[in-house]
């Protein structure tokens, strides 16, 4: 379990860091379209959490 929550902290700070670095190397369009940004973002972590999530729960089940 301490290893699953490792690995979710570290997928979610990865994606972080490219949210940011998309947003630094983009700035005009951020301003223009913040709204794609934005929705960017959040699918970003929405698909990568939500196996996290799915197995977060087989893994509670077990225990």
Request: proline residues 5%; aromatic residues 22%; charged residues 10%.
């Amino acid at each position: 379990m301490k290893g699953f929550l490792i690995l979710w902290f570290v997928v979610n700070f990865i994606a972080f860091i490219a949210s940011l670095v998309s947003i630094h190397y983009s700035p005009d369009t951020l301003f223009q379209f913040p709204y794609f940004h934005i929705l960017a973002i959040i699918s970003l972590f929405g698909i990568l959490n939500l196996p996290f999530y799915t197995a977060y729960g087989r893994i509670r089940d077990n225990e």
